[in-house]
């Protein structure tokens, strides 16, 4: 193992051992006669991942962090994810109910569809097996009996990128959701509404079936109506970094400048905000959401330790001058900042 990558893991175990901990100890956990995987039977202990699909450079860098987690800490890490075109809450609760049977030492998984997905993640609990809940449930992951949440407050990224838009000039936002029934998603555009109103513009919300959130020339046409049946529009926020590109197309298309912002980065976005063509990204980590859960998992099945409140992962803001320290670092490491 490398200098870099041992830092690595002395940093992570820093920051989550800060938070206060608690020693509620699992009738899961035998940290006396455990050995260094944490079993007390000598194998490695099953960390399951359960998120969004892989097309996705946001789902991608979560894949790699859980694939890190599982190679540095010596856990054996498995990632479900639903195909592109059917991420739905109905889909994600059949993930985890497939999780279960594999019968893991822990579950680390994003409650995006809570009405589908809470409640699958309440049985798994029952049944004795810790989850912690990543990038979706920050409201709800203590009441659903969680270890713990890993991610973001949605509203405060909104409210962030809605001060970066008005700070660059937007008095007339759009918001594009391609998720929809997703709360994390809901909030997030009511925080860019809210702080564009607050900072005297306005802002209105385009919602896209997920189906078509992966297909650019659907994405393009919806966000080019929504330009054109309002001319006032100067500024669009998209909760994904493969709508922010079509965001991109479609002004240009309509030769209109806009101030756009990207929820999320992927290569391709932070070389558009190094260009100037897209004027910012908000950085979640992804990487370290699974990264920080499969490491909080471990450790309360072999020390019987979490962290009491919720891990913040951001949001950080990406604009030009930042994007290139952002880009290196992706180029370097493939997959850390955005997969694609």
């Known amino acids: 193992m490398s200098h870099s990558r041992r830092s690595r893991i002395v940093l992570i175990a820093t920051v989550v051992a800060a938070a206060a901990v608690t020693t509620a100890c699992s009738k899961r956990t035998d940290s006396a006669d455990s050995d260094s995987s944490g079993s007390s039977s000598g194998r490695k202990l099953s960390v399951v991942v359960v998120s969004g699909p892989l097309s996705d450079p946001f789902f991608g860098a979560m894949k790699t962090g859980a694939d890190d987690a ?20 109905p889909t994600l609760a059949k993930l985890m109910q497939a999780a279960m049977a594999k019968k893991p030492d822990a579950i680390v998984v994003g409650n995006f569809f809570p009405e589908a997905q809470s409640p699958e993640i309440k049985a798994a609990i029952k049944a ?30 909104g409210t962030r990128s809605g001060e970066q838009a008005a700070k660059l000039g937007v008095k007339k936002g759009l918001c594009v959701n391609t998720v929809p029934g997703n709360p994390a998603l809901e909030q997030l555009c009511q925080g860019y509404t ?49 709508v922010a590109e079509s965001a991109l197309t479609a002004a240009n ?88």
Request: charged letters at 15%; zero cysteines.
């Open 253 to 340: 298309n309509a030769g209109r400048k806009l101030t756009i912002g990207s929820g999320d980065l992927s290569t391709k976005v932070l070389k558009d905000v190094e260009a100037g063509k897209i004027q910012y990204a908000m950085d979640q980590q992804p990487y370290l959401q699974t990264y920080y859960g499969v490491l909080i998992a471990k450790q309360y099945v072999q020390y019987g330790i979490a962290p009491s409140g919720t891990v913040l992962t951001g949001p950080l803001v990406i604009d030009k001058d930042s994007a290139g320290v952002a880009l290196k670092i992706n180029q370097t490491y493939q997959g850390i900042r955005g997969a694609s």
């Open 194 to 242: 809210d702080a564009l109103k607050k900072a005297g513009g306005r802002a209105s919300s385009l919602r896209i079936p997920y189906q078509n959130s992966t297909n650019p020339t659907k994405v393009t046409q919806a966000i080019a109506g929504a330009l054109k049946a309002d001319k006032s529009i100067d500024g669009v926020f998209t909760t994904g970094s493969i």
């Open 70 to 89: 599982g190679k540095e800490l010596n856990v054996s890490t498995e990632y479900l994810s639903p195909t592109s075109t059917d991420a739905s809450g």
């Open 128 to 157: 004795g097996i810790p989850v912690v809940v990543i990038n979706s449930g920050v409201t709800d992951w203590k009441q659903l009996g969680a270890l713990s949440f890993v991610g973001i407050e949605p509203a405060v990224a």
